[in-house]
């Protein structure tokens, strides 16, 4: 049976971000994308995501916040063998329950700027994304950033909103297909303690934490993590 690579896509960026990892995964037949910020309040049921029910098998790679969506819509996912989380999170806030995230006034303030300078904000979220004094991975980073004059400011502010308050550790708890999970150690947008956290909930779960990397690691170390992705591609597919 073939095999399906989907991508879901972290907030605020083009899928063409994972464009230059997707090239190195040799054991799929077939590759789609979902983005977080264009799709997260799209139906899943819909004949636009008829890939999402079809028999193949299917391999689910998200990063960052695209692990909340996901999770929120497992159920659409039809015949998925195995999940790869990078950088993800069930939980983007701190709340009573969970002491991992960002505080909801960083959030509240984000939102009210993107409704002044878009295009600032923006650039500041990307300048967190890896290490600034890395320029060809800066570069990397700044070039896949949605671009503003396509989207809204309102969609930028609700598909962050939805998400950064979606809290889906229930989903995570039935997961039993096997899971890898990949974490920069100096992660400042989602803490790598989130990581730790899922490999704790998933019980199929192992987990990769990567030293000296930010929230970007399939860019910044890219060939550890291909190795790592085709290496769990190719368990999973004997």
Request: proline share 2%; glycine share 4%.
């Given at each position: 049976?073939?095999?399906?690579?989907i991508?879901?896509?972290?907030?605020?960026?083009?899928?063409?971000?994972?464009?230059?990892?997707?090239?190195?995964?040799?054991?799929?037949?077939?590759?789609?994308?979902?983005?977080?910020?264009?799709?997260?309040?799209?139906?899943?049921?819909?004949?636009?995501?008829?890939?999402?029910?079809?028999?193949?098998?299917?391999i689910?790679?998200?990063?960052s916040?695209?692990?909340?969506?996901?999770?929120?819509?497992?159920?659409?996912?039809?015949?998925?063998?195995?999940?790869?989380?990078?950088?993800?999170?069930?939980?983007?806030?701190?709340?009573?329950?969970?002491?991992?995230?960002?505080?909801?006034?960083?959030?509240?303030?984000?939102?009210s700027?993107?409704?002044?300078?878009?295009?600032?904000?923006?650039?500041?979220?990307?300048?967190?994304?890896?290490?600034?004094?890395?320029?060809?991975?800066?570069?990397?980073?700044?070039?896949?950033?949605?671009?503003?004059?396509?989207?809204?400011?309102?969609?930028?502010?609700?598909?962050?909103?939805?998400?950064?308050?979606?809290?889906?550790?229930?989903?995570?708890?039935?997961?039993?297909?096997?899971?890898?999970?990949?974490?920069?150690?100096?992660?400042?947008?989602?803490?790598?303690?989130?990581?730790?956290?899922?490999?704790e909930?998933?019980?199929?779960?192992?987990?990769?934490?990567?030293?000296?990397?930010?929230h970007?690691?399939?860019?910044?170390?890219?060939?550890?993590?291909?190795?790592?992705?085709?290496?769990?591609?190719?368990?999973?597919?004997?």
């Open positions: 049976m073939k095999t399906s690579l991508f879901v896509n972290g907030w605020g960026f083009e899928n063409s971000i994972f464009y230059n990892l997707a090239k190195h995964l040799v054991f799929a037949d077939k590759i789609y994308y979902l983005n977080s910020t264009r799709d997260f309040d799209k139906a899943f049921d819909s004949e636009e995501f008829s890939f999402l029910r079809n028999n193949n098998k299917k689910i790679i998200t990063w916040l695209g692990s909340i969506l996901y999770m929120k819509n497992m159920n659409s996912f039809n015949n998925v063998i195995g999940v790869i989380f990078i950088s993800g999170s069930m939980c983007f806030l701190k709340n009573d329950n969970n002491n991992i995230g960002w505080d909801k006034r960083i959030l509240n303030r984000m939102t700027k993107l409704l002044t300078n878009p295009d600032v904000v923006m650039n500041d979220f990307s300048k967190n994304i890896t290490f600034n004094d890395k320029k060809v991975f800066a570069d990397e980073v700044r070039k896949n950033i949605l671009c503003i004059n396509e989207i809204s400011d309102q969609i930028l502010i609700k598909s962050l909103q939805v998400m950064a308050y979606d809290n889906v550790i229930k989903f995570a708890e039935n997961i039993k297909f096997p899971v890898l999970i990949i974490h920069g150690n100096e992660d400042s947008i989602i803490p790598v303690q989130s990581s730790y956290k899922i490999n909930i998933i019980i199929n779960s192992k987990l990769k934490v990567i030293g000296g990397c930010k970007a690691p399939f860019i910044t170390n890219k060939y550890k993590v291909i190795k790592w992705i085709n290496d769990f591609i190719k368990e999973l597919d004997n």
